[in-house]
């Protein structure tokens, strides 16, 4: 008896010669990715230059002080308390941005009618234009006499909630309220990414779970929202970017305070950018140098928490969870 032969599947090796427009193309993508990387160092290194006189007069007690004196004989320069500020306002505003961020995104790729869905995304993306002065002309006159009485009864009800606790009954020019009206500022931009992440969601896997009997909220919750991850990752630190840069809103509403403190509703916040926007007209070089400093030191807290998200969102690609 004559054995069978053994045959083995080999694959193909494909050999493709990139023509002269493939070439023209990479060499354009590669340029431009470095010339971003370049002039992202170019940023930090001026910033860094224009600092010097500040970190070389405070070193390390510009990051571990709260004073901000810059009139005194011996002037003073520390941003711990802007720091977290600047961070507890952007807390704030993702805390309410993100919940409404995705349920507007599902409502408008899973949910609206289909002659709607159009008008109201250009209505989504339409918010993300007006600019940051009327929002923050908007919390202050109309947002804040509304937010006081509010911030009055839940620091009443929930006072055993350390970030709701009051000193004294003050409310107006909070973190809070800061902080709600750079959630609005910050929904379009997270509501636009996650909506279009969402929109790629593979038709097949929703109709197979509907075919299988899911009622539409369970195939939202078993198939789009695990598809969308990295999208709802990746336009979360979109948004928080620019909860921590917000300028102009803030340095409205805000009562500016050097000190750290649990609470939230109390009257009295800071960040980074408004200081950097109320101070820089009328400082001397030596605080000049502070404020760039500051700006540095918000250019580092940035692009750490991008470099962060990067790493998350490519661990969290979309469709991850989401047998294909």
């Not at 007006?130 to 202050?140: A, D, E, Q, R, V």
């Amino acid at each position: 008896m004559v054995p069978s032969q053994v045959t083995t599947d080999v694959p193909r090796t494909l050999l493709r010669t990139p023509t002269r427009s493939d070439r023209i193309y990479r060499g354009l993508a590669i340029g431009t990715g470095l010339l971003t990387l370049v002039i992202l160092a170019l940023i930090g290194l001026n910033l860094l230059l224009q600092s010097r006189t500040a970190i070389q007069s405070q070193g390390l007690r510009f990051l571990t002080s709260n004073a901000w004196s810059p009139q005194q004989a011996e002037p003073s320069f520390g941003i711990k308390a802007v720091l977290y500020w600047t961070i507890i306002i952007a807390f704030i505003a993702l805390a309410i941005a993100i919940p409404v961020s995705i349920a507007c995104a599902l409502y408008l790729t899973e949910l609206a009618p289909r002659q709607l869905q159009k008008p109201l995304r250009s209505l989504v993306d339409l918010l993300a234009a007006i600019p940051s002065l009327i929002y923050g002309m908007w919390g202050l006159l109309y947002l804040q006499p509304h937010m006081i009485p509010f911030a009055t009864w839940i620091s009443t009800k929930l006072d055993f909630v350390p970030f709701l606790r009051v000193s004294r009954p003050s409310f107006s020019s909070s973190a809070l309220i800061a902080g709600v009206v750079v959630s609005l500022m910050v929904i379009p931009i997270c509501t636009s990414v996650i909506r279009e992440v969402f929109s790629q969601t593979p038709q097949g896997e929703k109709e197979a779970a509907l075919a299988m009997g899911a009622t539409r909220w369970e195939m939202i919750r078993t198939v789009v929202l695990p598809f969308g991850r990295g999208g709802i990752i990746g336009g979360s630190m979109l948004g928080l970017g620019r909860a921590l840069g917000e300028t102009i809103a803030v340095a409205l509403i805000i009562s500016p305070i050097f000190v750290i403190r649990p609470s939230v509703v109390e009257t009295g916040a800071n960040s980074v950018a408004s200081l950097i926007a109320l101070r820089f007209g009328e400082a001397d070089a030596l605080q000049r140098s502070g404020l760039v400093a500051a700006g540095l030191a918000l250019f580092g807290l940035t692009l750490v928490v991008n470099t962060i998200a990067a790493f998350v969102v490519a661990r969290s690609r979309s469709g991850a969870g989401v047998d294909i």
